[in-house]
């Protein structure tokens, strides 16, 4: 058990012959309780620091500790948004190919349509012109012809 500045202050020394000076020995005892309240003074001061610090060390550990946790949580987070991100943007390339292919397709075929129609429309109007040919010279035939007064003729005597 350790020793306090009362158990020292207290102390009784038994007397001797020729004995040490009793005014000497209370005087240095009173400088050494002195000093030893001032060393527990001292030493409960340093025992609070440290506990305040120890408790500081332990709050920042603590908050190391959580921003560990929220780092990593992050970069998971991170991590899954950027496959995330990949797989749909891979989903949209294939879907966008899809797409380009359809159109592609869709504008060959109205391509080859539009190509059959113009060729279809070749041949009806040449088909026009011919057979406008064949009733223009048909006509100017007629109209060469100097039997007009045969059809006048056939003008009257149709009323």
């Not at 400088?31 to 609070?48: A, F, G, H, M, W």
């Not at 995330?84 to 397709?105: F, M, Y």
């Not at 059959?116 to 009733?135: C, D, G, P």
């Amino acid at each position: 058990m350790a020793l306090t500045p009362l158990d020292i202050h207290n102390k009784e020394f038994s007397r001797s012959f020729r004995g040490y000076d009793e005014d000497q020995v209370n005087e240095f005892l009173d400088q050494v309780i002195k000093d030893y309240e001032s060393l527990i003074r001292e030493n409960k001061e340093l025992q609070n620091q440290l506990a305040a610090i120890q408790e500081r060390l332990d709050h920042f550990a603590n908050i190391e500790e959580t921003l560990s946790k929220t780092i990593i949580i992050a970069q998971e987070a991170a991590d899954e948004v950027k496959n995330n991100a990949k797989k749909e943007a891979q989903l949209i390339i294939k879907e966008s190919e899809k797409n380009a292919d359809r159109i592609i397709n869709e504008s060959l075929s109205k391509a080859r349509k539009v190509s059959v129609e113009i060729e279809e429309l070749k041949k009806q109007a040449s088909i026009y012109r011919t057979r406008f040919r064949t009733l223009i010279e048909a006509q100017l035939e007629l109209l060469s012809k100097e039997d007009w007064s045969s059809l006048d003729r056939m003008e009257i005597e149709q009323p």
